[in-house]
């Protein structure tokens, strides 16, 4: 969080510094690294390292052993992994779940203006049609004239009969 220049900074006494880190940028790494851990390449070297660790203390002279059987070290190295990679994990997808929660808005946000502008080309489209059927088209105009004309032959020939 940026500091607000409208108010005085507070002034905390700590016997040690606080570390300062870029969130974005932590987060970032994050999702790096879990996105490392879903992966079968994750998988392969977790089981290499696994198989080498056991083989090492099982056929390695007395001496050179680290870890004798029971695996104990082993067990803490894993588990402080697992420690590490499960925030990091919750982290990454607190990150993905704020995308798809912003994705959703601006497409929610799409199709509402999408809906507006179909609704309104109905509307234009309906008032079109009512507009077309009040207008005289060129075949009921030509209908209208030739009754027309033969009202008018008719009324000719009642005056020269007359």
């Known amino acids: ?16 510094p606080r570390p300062h880190y870029d969130p974005e940028s932590f987060g970032r790494l994050s999702e790096r690294i879990a996105r490392f851990l879903g992966t079968a390449r994750f ?13 090492w203390n099982l056929v390695a002279p007395a001496p050179l052993r680290f870890d004798p059987y029971p695996f104990i070290f082993l067990t803490l190295m894993l588990s ?14 607190n990150r993905q779940d704020d995308r798809d929660r912003v994705q959703y808005e601006q497409d929610r946000a799409r199709n509402e203006r999408s809906i507006a502008d179909t609704e309104y080309l109905t509307r234009e489209i309906a008032a079109l049609r009512l507009a077309l059927s009040e207008v005289a088209t060129r ?21 020269e009969q007359i």
């Open 1 to 16: 969080m940026s500091d607000r220049l409208d108010q005085p900074r507070e002034l905390r006494r700590t016997l040690l």
């Open 43 to 55: 998988l392969v070297y977790m089981t290499v390292f696994v198989a080498l660790w056991i083989l």
């Open 80 to 93: 402080l992994q697992a420690s590490y990679a499960a925030p990091l994990i919750l982290l990454a997808q």
């Open 139 to 159: 075949d009921f105009l030509r209908s209208e004239l030739q009754q027309m004309a033969k009202e008018l032959d008719g009324k000719d020939q009642l005056r």
